[in-house]
């Protein structure tokens, strides 16, 4: 496994980084031995930075990786997020990034997360009502006591990651980035790189949607989404066809072509690969073992046109809580 430094202010990262949130939520049913085992295989090949989120299943995902981890915290870099707030039924009802908040949401996450203290410290999305300021400074006071060591950023814009990092130094931000989701070119990748703030990419296979995946019936997040529904989907399945093929005339996998390009893209990126079973995880590491060419990321953009991918990233509710959409 590849190591790298996770920007000019954080640890030492493997190449790749496992999210767990589809064992806990939004992806229709999970094992939770399967989960488990994922995880320890990933371990097992070297990934050392584990993402999830406290809002994640309401807390599953905390707990999962909690039990996942026992006599195994110390080769691990715990990765989360925190301000989502959910009511009962599931819908989220806000985000909350009060100084207050972040030091309460901590110390739940502590406690079902079964440790001492959390490597990386996020707020999920910014909360417009409170300057970013007060919220990293909070982090920062957690990082004081000894319950936090690293600060990151998600989904924030260019000029709130400046703000941010001028109060405490950022060491990531995390930010869908994929072969069809390439909006952070424009400012925001120029904006961290200078800044010394490494990315940490989720989304690179766009939801599934690079893989040909279809969303289930029950409980699938992505039968709502505007890539996967009506024409819009009927849309995509004709380039997603020509990268399936593509993928098979090298004798790989589109989800392998799509992780490469991320990795192809500098040393200071680190996708986040979602993968659910250990079926998934196999095939997502085989994508250390390429090397892209000139002419295949070429061919992978030509083929992946963002402009010819039809519906947005999330629906319209969600893209409107988006700092870095602004």
């Known amino acids: 496994m590849r190591i790298q430094q996770l920007g000019r202010a954080g640890p030492q990262v493997s190449a790749l980084a496992l999210g767990s949130m589809g064992m806990s939520d939004w992806y229709g049913p999970a094992d939770e031995a399967e989960s488990i085992a ?114 990151g950023l998600s989904e924030a814009g260019a000029a709130t990651v400046r703000r941010a990092h001028a109060v405490h130094p950022i060491c990531d931000l995390q930010i869908e980035y994929s072969l069809v989701s390439r909006g952070i070119e424009k400012a925001i990748l120029p904006a961290v790189r200078e800044l010394g703030i490494a990315v940490t990419a989720y989304g690179v296979l766009s939801r599934g949607l690079l893989t040909g995946s279809q969303p289930g019936e029950r409980n699938d997040i992505r039968a709502r989404l505007p890539r996967f529904t009506g024409t819009n989907y009927q849309q995509n399945r004709q380039w997603i066809g020509s990268l399936t093929r593509l993928a098979a005339e090298q004798g790989t996998t589109p989800a392998q072509l799509a992780i490469a390009w991320v990795l192809s893209k500098g040393s200071g990126i680190v996708p986040v690969i979602g993968a659910r079973t ?28 963002a402009g010819r991918v039809a519906g947005a990233r999330y629906d319209a509710a969600q893209m409107k809580m988006l700092d870095s959409e602004r």
């Open 38 to 151: 994922t995880i320890h295989a990933a371990i097992d090949a070297g990934i050392n930075l584990l993402d999830t989120g406290d809002f994640y299943g309401m807390g599953h995902n905390e707990m999962l990786l909690g039990r996942a981890l026992e006599g195994r915290r110390d080769r691990v870099l715990l990765s989360v997020k925190f301000g989502a707030m959910r009511a009962p039924s599931g819908a989220f009802i806000g985000v909350d990034g009060r100084p207050q908040a972040v030091k309460n949401f901590a110390a739940y996450s502590l406690r079902r997360l079964r440790t001492g203290h959390i490597d990386i410290y996020r707020l999920t999305r910014l909360d417009p009502g409170v300057p970013i300021e007060d919220t990293v400074g909070a982090i920062a006071d957690l990082i004081q006591g000894g319950y936090v060591r690293f600060v």
């Open 278 to 305: 250990r079926t998934q995880l196999a095939d997502s590491l085989g994508a250390l073992d390429l090397t892209l060419s000139a002419a295949d990321v070429a061919r992978l953009e030509e083929i992946c046109d």
